[in-house]
């Protein structure tokens, strides 16, 4: 059974703070990604990697980078917090076609 | 451009009743095509994709590339269906860049 592990459930930081979100998987998947869920906009991915150390941008990768130091590793860094940046974030891992979901972090910028 | 449309934001309808989730889709090749649900509480899962052709939880959707459609039908739909459901295209053969609409509640009375 995949297993997506997202280290936090919920996050409140202060505007300029810069904020890691870290996620492990443990299927050996190669692809990582990042997404944000927000109401109305769906799912839109921020970075995603296809192997370690390697990383690509997304859609929306303003404000944010990543790191993928190893395989079963994906961190998003928020380089400076804004109010704009609090969402639900999600992390995903895949082999192939399907994607695996994290819980989802809900980070608050205040 | 790659885009996955789905024009209803929310879609009640009482037990039993049947029920349509609609999905549109623009891509220049041969995508895959997928449907992901989140009840309350829990990760987003894959419901499931077109290749397989197969019908989960009483689901079906069939692919009509005329149209570019990807419609999500149950004849009766149930309390429990009541979810947040998310189509997605991925390109042929890749599982990074999936693309998901914005998303549609679906709320079953009873």
């Known amino acids: 059974d995949v297993k997506v592990t997202q280290s936090s459930r919920y996050l409140v930081k202060r505007t300029g703070e810069k904020v890691f979100l870290e996620c492990v998987q443990d299927?050996?998947?190669?692809?990582m990604f990042w997404y944000r869920q927000d109401p109305g906009l769906g799912l839109r991915l921020i970075y995603f990697?296809?192997?370690?150390?390697?990383?690509e941008k997304g859609d929306i990768p303003e404000g944010y980078s990543v790191s993928r130091e190893k395989k079963e590793r994906f961190s998003l860094i928020l380089e400076s917090a804004s109010t704009n940046q609090t969402s639900m974030y999600l992390c995903?891992?895949?082999?192939?076609?399907?994607?695996?979901f994290g819980q989802g972090t809900r980070l608050t910028v205040v | 451009a790659q885009r996955v449309t789905q024009p209803e934001k929310l879609l009640s309808v009482f037990k039993g009743a049947p029920v349509e989730l609609k999905c549109n889709y623009s891509?220049?090749?041969?995508?895959?095509l997928f449907w992901y649900v989140q009840y309350s509480r829990q990760r987003l899962q894959l419901l499931l994709r077109h290749i397989s052709r197969e019908s989960i939880k009483g689901f079906t959707a069939d692919l009509n590339k005329g149209e570019t459609s990807f419609h999500l039908k149950k004849p009766f739909a149930q309390e429990e269906d009541s979810a947040m459901y998310y189509c997605?295209?991925?390109?042929?053969?890749?599982?990074?860049?999936?693309?998901f609409g914005a998303g549609t509640r679906l709320f079953v009375k009873a």
């Open positions: 891509y220049s090749g041969s995508p895959e």
């Open positions: 990697s296809y192997d370690v150390k390697m990383k």
């Open positions: 299927m050996d998947h190669e692809n």
């Open positions: 995903a891992s895949s082999a192939s076609d399907e994607a695996f």
């Open positions: 997605a295209l991925s390109p042929h053969g890749g599982g990074f860049k999936t693309i």
